[in-house]
């Protein structure tokens, strides 16, 4: 794999500079005089948001244990399927999550497998310990899933069901996994686009521990609270990672 290099990128209008003249000359000739108007795409956009259903639902809780418990926090003002939505999109966010770490264990090994500098160095680490690092987030990428999954069972709830927002963040977040495993990305690139995930992640559980104690649901909000913890640490070393590889003295084999 190519790290990042000086090449023969054309992509920039300085490289065509006459072109670019010629273009400006044409624009300045046949350019409407007044700025466009969108008032037709944008009522049109309109109308598909006011006839459009709902992304999906929240399914009913599947047992009569979650019934009862649903149905007892519904008599006290309590909307347990907000809750539970939530649930359903960190379930979603988490998977996703060792899976992308899965995904980027691989493009280290091969890496430091085919020579080794193209990954490094990241501060005073090792190659084994990066390794060792990343396997440990995975892990607790994992115990999050089935931390949540648990809870989700408990609420009466399905882990296996695709809630709304478990759609909406798989759709947001489907970039980072293409980032991840393109084969041409470096491992730098690839960290770059875990931040993305790990404060996108960060953010989400602590919306879910003001949830989960808005709803009296005091022992879960301490098991999201020591997911949390657990969250920090992770964007604190892939920031630091990211950090030292921008840094890098040798950028152009480490970046
Ligand atoms: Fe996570
Ligand atoms: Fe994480």
Sequence with gaps: MQATTTGSNRTGAATAAQRVREMLDANERWAPKTLPDTSLAE???????????A???????ATIQGVLKTGIHKLMGERPEMLMDKIGER???????TRLYDALIVKYRTLVDAGGDAALPLAEDSNADVLAALQEIRLEEHEHFLMLCEVMRSMGGDPTAQTPCAAVIATASMGLMQVVTDPRTTFAQSLNAMLTAELTDNAGWELLITMAQDAGENDMAERFEAALA????HLATVRAWVQALALASKATTAA
């Excluded at 009522?43 to 259903?53: F, G, H, V």
């Design 55 to 61: 992304i999906g639902s929240i399914p009913p809780p």
């Design 230 to 233: 657990d969250e920090e640490r």
């Design 43 to 53: 009522a049109d956009r309109s109308l598909y948001i006011a006839d459009s259903d």
């Design 91 to 97: 379930i979603a966010f988490e998977r996703s999550g």
